[in-house]
């Protein structure tokens, strides 16, 4: 699984170069971000503006994710596909995490 990492403000910016995150991928990218936040002490920001499809692992790997940051660790969403936003507000995920509709979005936000 290709994750790019980088910095936003004081967020540890995470983008998921990858059209999907399925059953087929759910472990690579599972240990893709183990290794990209292993170090990160800032919250986590995971853009999937690329992400055109997800399916019930890659909804599993993305909160096996976050869980592995441990506790007190937040972890956001920005950048949504249409399709991959539905799939959070029909399994209620969009209660557990916070969803950016933009990275300018969230830049905005963290300046006010």
């Known amino acids: 699984m290709n994750l790019e990492t980088s910095h936003i403000g004081q967020h540890h910016l995470i983008t998921v170069n990858a059209p999907r995150i399925d059953a087929a991928q759910a472990i690579a990218f599972k240990d893709a971000m183990r290794a990209a936040t292993a170090d990160a002490t800032d919250p986590v920001v995971l853009d999937l ?8 692992s890659g909804l599993g790997a993305i909160v096996a994710a976050f869980k592995l940051l441990g506790p007190g660790r937040r972890m956001d969403l920005a950048c949504l596909t249409p399709d991959v936003a539905k799939v959070f507000r029909l399994t ?3 209660t557990i995490f916070a969803i950016h509709p933009s990275l300018e979005d969230l830049a905005t936000r963290q300046a006010g």
């Not at 503006?49 to 019930?56: C, P």
Request: net charge negative; glycine share 10%; aromatic share 10%.
């Open 92 to 94: 209620r995920m969009d």
């Open 49 to 56: 503006g690329q992400v055109q499809f997800i399916d019930s």
